[in-house]
């Protein structure tokens, strides 16, 4: 995308996005916002969110991907307080177990929130009619369905079966695929979507011929 005249920014939490593994590589601007603890970093979506805006807002009228990375939905989670009443009965006890659930459904519903201001955001300059927006994750998180708790054990479907929206002029609206689809079809269907030349050493293929017809 930068060698075809795009400007390019990540804005990431750290963790394992970080410039000394090679992340960095192709962006114009990189700006990590790195955790305390490695393996259990605390989410700062508004933060991330917040500084991908801040850059779109000063650009000129050239095309751009942005990449943002958020932990938000990832252990610990500690969703805002005024989530803390989502998807939680008043008059029922919950355990452990299902407090832990109602704090996932919090976070998510979090985050939906803060990628619709920056929708609203997007649609208020303009761009959001000639912007793909690709929303996913590297994994899910089992809620003790196998007797554990988290995504590092075995590659059940709670892991391995992740979100993967995406919106644009030439998407059809209401798709829903039947076949899987993987996060190694992103690469040339963004390219192919946005009319650039898809590498031929891409072990992807696009997913344009679905997106725009079904």
């Known amino acids: 995308f930068r060698e075809s005249g795009y400007d390019t920014a990540a804005f990431t939490e750290g963790g394992p996005m970080i410039q000394r593994l090679g992340f960095n590589i192709g962006f114009d601007r990189w700006r990590e916002n790195p955790n305390i603890h490695f393996l259990f970093p605390g989410g700062q979506v508004e933060r991330v969110f917040g500084q991908g805006w801040d850059w779109l807002s000063r650009r000129r009228d050239r095309p751009f991907f942005l990449f943002l990375h958020t932990f938000q939905v990832h252990h610990p989670l500690s969703p805002p307080l005024e ?39 997007l649609e208020n300059r303009g761009l959001a009619k000639n912007t793909i927006l690709v929303l996913l994750s590297d994994h899910g998180d089992e809620f003790w369905e196998h007797g554990e708790r988290g995504h590092g054990n075995l590659p059940y479907e709670e892991v391995l079966s992740v979100p993967l929206i995406m919106i644009g002029p030439t998407i059809a609206k209401g798709l829903r ?32 011929p679905f997106l725009e017809t079904g």
């Open 177 to 208: 695929s039947q076949r899987p689809l993987h996060h190694i079809d992103l690469m040339p269907t963004l390219l192919d979507l946005a009319g650039l030349p898809v590498p031929d050493q891409c072990q992807g293929r696009s997913l344009r």
């Open 83 to 121: 989530y803390l009443e989502y998807f939680i009965d008043d008059d029922v006890e919950l355990s452990e177990e299902a407090l832990d659930k109602a704090r996932y459904d919090q976070e998510i519903r979090y985050v939906d929130d803060q990628l619709a201001k920056l929708w609203t955001q």
